[in-house]
């Protein structure tokens, strides 16, 4: 599964974007995906997950209420949404994808996102 992410830009804090990952390859709906970021100085973190079929998501606390994955199978598409955008959430956003939740080996490049205060 090859991954690109894009959608990422400035945005003014309490505004909203929304993240896409295109996804080539035969298998992308049988595969668990998942978003990560990594601000400036800081390592890579966990943002959210959707199991292959869509039922299951998982977001991690600093986000939960404000970014929402979903995704497009037939499309080979993965979204997040994020609402309420705040200056923290400044950071290059990763698209993964991979056998199960949690299990994530192939990458996309990330997209930068921009809040500002």
């Not at 600093?62 to 995704?71: H, L, N, P, W, Y």
């Not at 991979?98 to 990458?107: F, I, Q, T, V």
Request: with cysteine.
């Amino acid at each position: 599964v090859q991954l690109q992410a894009s959608g990422g830009g400035l945005v003014q804090a309490g505004g909203s974007l929304r993240l896409s990952c295109a996804a080539s390859g035969r298998t992308f709906s049988n595969v668990a995906t998942g978003w990560f970021r990594q601000a400036p100085g800081k390592e890579r973190e966990f943002v959210a997950a959707i199991s292959w079929s869509g039922g299951t998501t998982y977001y991690a606390d600093f986000v939960k209420g404000r970014f929402t994955i979903s995704r497009d199978n037939p499309k080979k598409l993965v979204y997040l949404q994020m609402n309420s955008l705040k200056s923290e959430d400044t950071a290059v956003y990763y698209c993964a994808a991979g056998p199960r939740l949690g299990k994530y080996e192939h990458w996309g490049q990330g997209t930068l996102v921009t809040v500002s205060s």
